[in-house]
């Protein structure tokens, strides 16, 4: 009976969370739909400042913009649910191909990021909760408030002008070795770290105050023992999530750094689809990123009702 009730509980949760993923997908399609309308007459930006008023209108009947726009918005969303957001305005080709072909280096980017954040934040946040009040808990405090503070792209330009002008250990812009990874990922990565190690050093000071924690110190184990094999295994269960969250956000933010250090991802297409008036792809690009996401915010909420009941009853 206790299982059958834990289950319908977690589906009942499941649901909820996958109508409030459709709400905001269906609200980021209808936003990014109107990006095109919002900025003015799009047959007149397409045809070009020279086109005379017919070949305005023929652009305009040839694209369906002279529709209403409700036919419009769902036939674009019909397309776009079948992966098909026509062609790109500048590049003069699929705007998906542009996609797939820029999507690697930006997942790549996100996940050394994600690993640079996860190596500095947990153990940040362990060593905080372990030596809770000392000067090793304010220092990263101290560490994590500055990773606040320091806009991404500032510390993009930082990085850049000690390592690659000033010391010339790594290149400054480009993809196309491991070595051109390392400073954006640093950059981006130091976005997540305040976030996790915060989270990681609560998660660590509510373990270490547990009677299970406290029977395995009444037992002799070492302290290295007792934090590492006892307390981080529960402790890091909510990070996992975070992750996932971090993640895309990352993924999002990737716009900012590729612009800085000029690599080919989605993020720099994105920027450079803004800076050239290329709407079919900032569409596509904002609703992908924002599908990617949802999907993972999602996954994160599932997983954290799995690992703890007391979500599903809030």
């Known amino acids: 009976m206790g299982e059958a009730i834990e289950e319908a509980s977690m589906l009942a949760f499941t649901l909820r969370r996958l109508v409030v993923a459709l709400s905001v997908a269906f609200t980021v399609s209808v936003v990014a739909f109107a990006l095109l309308h919002l900025s003015g007459d799009l047959a007149t930006t397409i045809a070009g400042p020279e086109a005379s008023p017919a070949q305005v209108a023929e652009v305009r009947a040839q694209y369906g913009l002279d529709r209403p726009l409700t036919a419009q918005y769902l036939d674009w969303l019909w397309s776009a649910l079948h992966l098909d957001f ?11 191909s542009l996609i797939a072909e820029r999507m690697p280096v930006t997942l790549e980017l996100g996940a050394i990021s994600l690993f640079i954040s996860l190596v500095i934040a ?40 000690i390592f690659a002008v000033n010391l010339r250990w790594l290149p400054v812009s480009g993809n196309a070795s491991w070595q051109n990874f390392v400073l954006p990922s640093i950059a981006l990565g130091w976005y997540a770290v305040p976030a996790v190690m915060r989270l990681s050093r609560n998660g660590m000071l509510e373990v270490l105050s547990a009677d299970y924690i406290r029977t395995a110190r009444a037992k002799g184990l070492s302290p290295a023992k007792v934090v590492l094999k006892h307390a981080l295994r529960n402790a890091i269960i909510p990070v996992v999530a975070l992750a996932a969250v971090q993640f895309g956000f990352m993924l999002g933010g990737s716009i900012v750094v590729e612009a800085v250090f000029s690599m080919h991802g989605i993020g720099h297409l994105a920027w450079e689809a803004i800076a050239r008036n290329d709407f079919p792809v900032v569409q596509a690009v904002v609703l992908i990123l924002a599908a990617i996401y949802i999907t993972l915010t999602f996954l994160a909420d599932v997983v954290n009702a799995l690992l703890d009941p007391r979500m599903r009853v809030a």
């Open 86 to 96: 026509g062609q790109s305005f500048y590049f003069r080709s699929s705007v998906v």
């Open 122 to 161: 947990v153990p940040l946040g362990v060593l905080a909760a372990v030596f809770r009040g000392t000067i090793i808990d304010r220092l990263a405090l101290t560490f994590c408030v500055l990773g606040q503070a320091i806009p991404t792209f500032c510390l993009g330009l930082g990085l850049i002008i």
